[in-house]
């Protein structure tokens, strides 16, 4: 057995053993028992969750992160256990196993972490985007590029989202919310803006199957494909425009304007294994099976005038199995989205991230947001 499905083994027995415990029945959000908390884990596909916010201390007082927000979590691909958890306000916390708790970043500022990139390659290397800066950790998050690896010159703009190719890690992208794409093509020595759009950047997504796909969505549900070149050469002076050509810009809209997307981006997912792409927003879920050439409408449960989406996960193993979770329920499909099954959220809080355990997609992560 390889070393990686014994930890995964053992994260499981840990896990097993502590949640028949005290495991958390989905239940009413307005139930006087359900769990004010920030990370919910299932072991079981969603059936049950426990709360995971424990933060380790030698201190007698006992830690947690449970009052938090989450913005987001980011699996380490390579690592399913090492997860980075990027808050509302209160920066960054890290786990390399959540049954031993949570840890706190340390020189970041305390402050809305927009994205978190691992690099494919390298574990202990992490981009962070917090504010209008971009920064790295070349040693597990122990010290940060001091300055920012990225700063835009306005403080009013953030940086929103990172990509790292994986075809070639030298090349990483960012997105703002003044509309630029830029590119490092040396791991973020330097930057050069490939596009400008006239809103905010908020996602870019490269593709899994092929790394000179990249997808872009923007602040009003505007979705873009693009081409860009991978093989990258900063050594070659002669090479440098070809190093940043973008090329087969596509507006998707034009296929899109078949469908009511709103005005709510939440997601764009790319299955690794056959490269359906799911695109969600938070009245309906669209999937393509043909990089965004057409798309079809998953028929949910509730009315599209009624949906409230606010994430969505497709297992990378089958993307067959689609969850996604509001501010009251969790709902599940294991056969494409022609049927679902739904259970309360075990919280009085409002779902705001869902992720599966590429390893073992029986494990799945929820991170929440307090109703306002």
Same mark, same amino acid.
Request: hydrophobic share 35%; net charge negative.
């Given at each position: !057995?390889?070393? #990686?499905?014994?930890k995964?083994?053992l *994260?499981l027995?840990? *896990?097993?053993l ?7 029945s989905t239940?009413s959000s307005g ?5 004010d908390?920030?990370? %919910?884990?299932?072991?079981d596909s969603g059936?049950?969750w426990r709360? !995971?916010? &424990?933060?380790p201390?030698?201190?007698?007082r006992a830690?947690?992160? #449970? /009052?938090i927000?989450?913005? &987001?979590i980011? !699996? ?7 997860l980075y958890?990027a808050s509302? $306000?209160?920066?960054? %916390?890290?786990t390399?196993n959540i049954?031993n708790g ?5 020189g ?5 972490v927009?994205?978190?990139q691992?690099h494919t390659?390298y ?5 962070a985007a ?11 998050t122990r010290t940060w590029s001091?300055d ?7 403080p009013?703009?953030s940086v929103?989202t990172i990509?790292? $190719?994986h075809?070639n890690t ?6 703002t ?8 093509? /040396?791991g973020?020595?330097s930057w050069r803006?490939i596009q400008?759009?006239?809103e ?5 997504? @490269? &593709?899994p199957?092929?790394?000179? *796909? ?5 602040? &009003? ?6 081409? #860009?070149n991978?093989d990258?050469n ?6 440098v425009e ?5 090329e087969?810009?596509?507006d998707?809209?034009d296929?899109?304007?078949d ?5 709510? %981006?939440k /997601?764009l997912i790319i299955?690794a294994?056959?490269?359906? !792409? %799911?695109l969600a927003t938070?009245?309906?879920?669209l999937r393509s099976?043909?990089?965004? @050439?057409t798309?079809?409408n998953?028929k949910?449960?509730t009315?599209e005038?009624?949906s409230i989406i ?6 990378p193993?089958?993307s067959?199995?689609?969850c996604y979770v509001?501010?009251t329920?969790?709902f ?8 679902w099954s739904?259970?309360?959220?075990p919280t009085?809080?409002?779902g705001?991230?869902? *992720?599966? /355990? ?9 991170g ?5």
């Amino acid at each position: !057995m390889s070393v #990686s499905k014994i930890k995964i083994s053992l *994260l499981l027995l840990v *896990l097993a053993l502590a949640t028949s415990a005290c495991s958390v029945s989905t239940t009413s959000s307005g139930d006087k028992t359900a769990v004010d908390s920030s990370v %919910f884990l299932s072991t079981d596909s969603g059936s049950t969750w426990r709360p !995971m916010v &424990s933060i380790p201390t030698t201190e007698g007082r006992a830690q947690t992160i #449970s /009052d938090i927000n989450v913005n &987001s979590i980011t !699996m380490d691909p390579q690592d399913s256990l090492a997860l980075y958890l990027a808050s509302f $306000d209160r920066g960054l %916390f890290y786990t390399y196993n959540i049954a031993n708790g949570w840890n706190k970043v340390a020189g970041l500022p305390e402050t809305t972490v927009n994205a978190v990139q691992v690099h494919t390659k390298y574990q202990c290397l992490i981009y962070a985007a917090a504010a209008n800066r971009l920064y790295r950790s070349n040693d597990c998050t122990r010290t940060w590029s001091r300055d920012g690896l990225y700063v835009d010159n306005d403080p009013s703009v953030s940086v929103n989202t990172i990509a790292i $190719d994986h075809y070639n890690t030298s090349n990483i992208y960012i997105g703002t919310s003044r509309g630029e794409i830029i590119k490092s093509i /040396d791991g973020g020595g330097s930057w050069r803006t490939i596009q400008k759009l006239e809103e905010g950047v908020t996602h870019l997504i @490269i &593709s899994p199957l092929d790394s000179r *796909l990249i997808f872009v969505a923007t602040a &009003s549900n505007h979705i873009f494909s693009f081409s #860009s070149n991978t093989d990258t050469n900063p050594g070659n002076s002669a090479d440098v425009e070809r190093n940043f050509l973008v090329e087969n810009w596509t507006d998707l809209d034009d296929v899109l304007s078949d469908y009511d997307l709103g005005s709510n %981006f939440k /997601d764009l997912i790319i299955g690794a294994r056959d490269g359906y !792409m %799911f695109l969600a927003t938070s009245k309906l879920i669209l999937r393509s099976p043909d990089n965004g @050439i057409t798309w079809e409408n998953l028929k949910l449960i509730t009315p599209e005038k009624d949906s409230i989406i606010n994430a969505i996960a497709v297992n990378p193993q089958d993307s067959k199995e689609i969850c996604y979770v509001t501010n009251t329920n969790f709902f599940r499909s294991i056969d494409g989205g022609a049927t679902w099954s739904t259970k309360n959220l075990p919280t009085k809080r409002a779902g705001r991230e869902l *992720l599966i /355990d590429f390893a073992n997609p029986n494990i799945l992560y929820l991170g929440t947001v307090k109703l306002k």
